[in-house]
């Protein structure tokens, strides 16, 4: 059967899913379609959350042409250096390596004068 992801605020995915396929697998696709992040996906019908181990199956009012809504999570600077580092590290020293990266962070940003800050911005704004 096909379901259709509606993207709050962005653009819709149409889907190929059996009644096996799990809420997980379903992001697993998104992820690959739309480059949405698994840990940045909630997945919606009729204001209730998908349970991520849960079958298709397990929701009767999912059918052949179905629209899910998807809220995309917006993440942290923490969140997306963790992701960044779990690329080419284990969870543990993912883990490690963001906890010292945010320390870094923190203590450089505390350095910034409000001057500093205001540079910076004026170089962004073409």
Same mark, same amino acid.
């Given at each position: ?19 096996? /396929?799990?809420?997980?697998? %379903? ?5 690959? !379609?739309?480059? =949405?992040?698994? @840990?940045?996906? *909630? ?22 042409? /179905?629209?899910?809504?998807? %809220? ?5 600077? !923490?969140?997306? =250096?963790?992701? @960044?580092?779990? *690329? ?39």
């Amino acid at each position: 059967m096909q379901i259709i992801i509606k993207v709050l605020k962005g653009q819709d995915c149409s889907l190929d899913v059996t009644s096996s /396929t799990t809420i997980y697998q %379903i992001k697993q696709e998104i992820e690959k !379609k739309l480059n =949405i992040p698994l @840990s940045a996906q *909630k997945i919606l019908i009729l204001g209730r959350t998908l349970n991520d181990d849960q079958p298709i199956s397990a929701y009767p009012n999912i059918k052949d042409g /179905t629209k899910l809504n998807l %809220i995309v999570i917006k993440q942290d600077l !923490k969140d997306i =250096i963790h992701r @960044s580092f779990r *690329k080419y590290y284990n969870e543990n020293q993912s883990a490690q390596l963001t906890k010292e990266f945010m320390m870094d962070f923190d203590k450089k940003l505390k350095e910034f004068s409000l001057d500093d800050i205001e540079r910076i911005a004026e170089q962004q704004i073409p």
